[in-house]
């Protein structure tokens, strides 16, 4: 069968386009000259944009700006695009046109084709609704695209901070479980004195809430809005008191507390409020590829190497080693922040590409910032709730390897000095001997005294014993 079409015109010339498809000719270019990645505008930034566009024809109609009749529709449309409908009509590969002007058009075309639907048109009779003189009033893609990304980014960051709070619990309720389980403690991955199991795990709870706080503090400088500012900051073709209002106009929409920039023309240029988000996320990123080699580390094995604790079993581990289990929660979620981190660097080389009144490296910043928060916040859920939440410890493997080691020689130090100390660590390290054995056998201290040097418990809990002062 063959498709309908309409002849759409723009300032280049005529083009034929499909009856049926809601986006118009400048849309159609942009697909022409961007067959880049087949990657898609993500819906929370689809989202963003349509938002905006709704607050817009608000402020313009209740301005006295915008036909009333028109305005009405442009909302019903934007209304359809924020409840999910026609996302599919937003087709502009994410490595387009600079500053995201193709992807302002492609909103501006579909909302207004919908709107000319809900008025009685034809798909493409721009006399009814026209997708720049109309629901691109009083705006620019200087300014919508930059506060899609802010309200995209804001939303995406609500959700992952309650997966980061989600990590931390359960990291500190491993630390609470694991609290009297005592185990050799490792710098440089060798020997060093004992620690408790759960003093670990406490450390990357706090690294969590670290990185979360980090993020949360990062995200202030996002609910600084540049809406109204247009093409160079200076609020051209925008009515008096647009800028306020469509900014309160929008917070009561999303129900984000946004606020005017204090200059619209620091917002125009700079893009430093995603960079400053990307780079917690990259702290963030660094922090939990930290504790998830960790974690691949203590269970590693689990009988040839540390195998202090185990990680829930989710999948079969090899297609020829039977009974083989990998840490594959853990190794996802380095996957994912090394993307990250690559990312970041993109955000970072993009942020600085700014040129005097804007920058038209927006695009790109806005995929990698939106897909950097999307996949942390479904990486950590996974991690928490199919890794964390199922760590066992392997109590009598702890503590076997913390009495067998020569570091425990270290709590001699302030009886015999560290001098004779080193020789009794040596000594039992040459022989396969315990720290205590050596200590008997040479009848250095009297035995009640080793007992209570070499109590594992105490040299885990701060101030605990009180030594006397080693002999000069």
């Known amino acids: 069968m063959k498709t309908r079409k309409r002849v759409e015109r723009d300032s280049l010339g005529e083009l034929a386009m499909p009856q049926n498809v809601y986006y118009g000719i400048q849309?159609?270019?942009?697909?022409?000259?961007?067959?880049?990645?087949?990657?898609?505008?993500?819906?929370?930034?689809?989202?963003?944009?349509?938002?905006?566009?709704?607050?817009?024809?608000?402020?313009?109609?209740s301005l006295g700006?915008?036909?009333?009749?028109?305005?009405?529709?442009?909302?019903?449309?934007?209304?359809?695009?924020?409840?999910?409908?026609?996302?599919?009509?937003?087709?502009?590969?994410?490595?387009?046109?600079?500053?995201?002007?193709?992807?302002?058009?492609?909103?501006?075309?579909?909302?207004?084709?919908?709107?000319?639907?809900?008025?009685?048109?034809?798909?493409?009779?721009?006399?009814?609704?026209?997708?720049?003189?109309?629901?691109?009033?009083?705006?620019?893609?200087?300014?919508?695209?930059?506060?899609?990304?802010r309200l995209a980014a804001l939303s995406l960051i609500q959700k992952l901070l309650p997966a980061l709070k989600d990590l931390e619990d359960a990291l500190s309720a491993k630390a609470g479980e694991f609290d009297r389980i005592i185990k050799p403690g490792r710098t440089h991955l060798q020997d060093a004195v004992p620690i408790r199991l759960g003093q670990e795990f406490s450390g990357y709870a706090a690294a969590v809430e670290r990185g979360r706080k980090r993020l949360e503090k990062a995200t202030d400088p996002l609910l600084e809005?540049?809406?109204?500012?247009?093409?160079?900051?200076?609020?051209?073709?925008?009515?008096?008191?647009?800028?306020?209002q469509v900014?309160?106009?929008?917070?009561?929409?999303?129900g984000f507390n946004l606020r005017p920039a204090s200059s619209y023309f620091e917002v125009h240029q700079s893009t430093a409020a995603f960079a400053e988000v990307s780079g917690a996320l990259r702290l963030l990123a660094l922090e939990l590829i930290r504790i998830a080699n960790d974690l691949r580390l203590l269970s590693s094995g689990p009988q040839t190497a540390l195998g202090e604790i185990s990680l829930p079993p989710v999948q079969p581990g090899s297609s020829i080693m039977p009974g083989k289990v990998n840490p594959v929660m853990a190794e996802m979620l380095d996957?994912?922040?090394?993307?990250?981190?690559?990312?970041?660097?993109?955000?970072?080389?993009?942020?600085?590409?700014g040129q005097l009144e804007i920058n038209a490296m927006t695009p790109l910043i806005a995929f990698n910032l939106l897909q950097s928060l999307s996949i942390l916040g479904s990486a950590v859920n996974a991690f928490t709730h199919r890794c964390v939440r199922g760590i066992t410890a392997n109590q009598e493997r702890c503590r076997e390897m913390a009495e067998r080691s020569s570091a425990l020689a270290t709590a001699l130090n302030p009886y015999i000095g560290y001098e004779a100390a080193a020789k009794v660590a040596q000594e039992a390290a040459a022989r396969g001997a315990s720290v205590?054995?050596?200590?008997?056998?040479?009848?250095?201290?009297?035995p009640e005294q080793v007992d209570r040097i070499l109590d594992l418990m105490a040299m885990t809990e701060p101030d605990s014993r009180k030594p006397r002062k080693a002999k000069s």
Not at 436 to 446: A, D, G, H, N, Y
Request: net charge positive; hydrophobic share 45%.
């Open 27 to 61: 849309t159609a270019r942009a697909i022409e000259n961007f067959p880049i990645s087949g990657l898609r505008a993500h819906p929370e930034f689809i989202l963003g944009t349509a938002l905006i566009k709704r607050a817009a024809a608000e402020t313009n109609m």
């Open 65 to 149: 700006r915008l036909d009333r009749t028109i305005g009405k529709s442009i909302v019903q449309a934007a209304r359809e695009v924020i409840e999910g409908r026609w996302h599919d009509q937003f087709v502009v590969d994410v490595f387009q046109a600079g500053a995201g002007t193709s992807h302002n058009m492609n909103a501006n075309e579909v909302l207004a084709n919908r709107a000319i639907e809900i008025l009685g048109g034809k798909k493409g009779d721009y006399s009814l609704v026209h997708p720049n003189d109309h629901v691109n009033m009083s705006q620019s893609s200087n300014d919508v695209i930059p506060t899609a990304v």
């Open 225 to 244: 809005i540049g809406l109204g500012a247009t093409a160079v900051g200076t609020g051209i073709n925008t009515p008096p008191r647009y800028k306020k």
């Open 247 to 254: 900014v309160a106009r929008l917070s009561s929409i999303t």
């Open 335 to 353: 996957m994912v922040c090394f993307h990250i981190i690559g990312s970041d660097t993109a955000i970072a080389m993009a942020s600085q590409a």
């Open 436 to 446: 205590r054995q050596v200590l008997m056998e040479k009848r250095l201290l009297p």
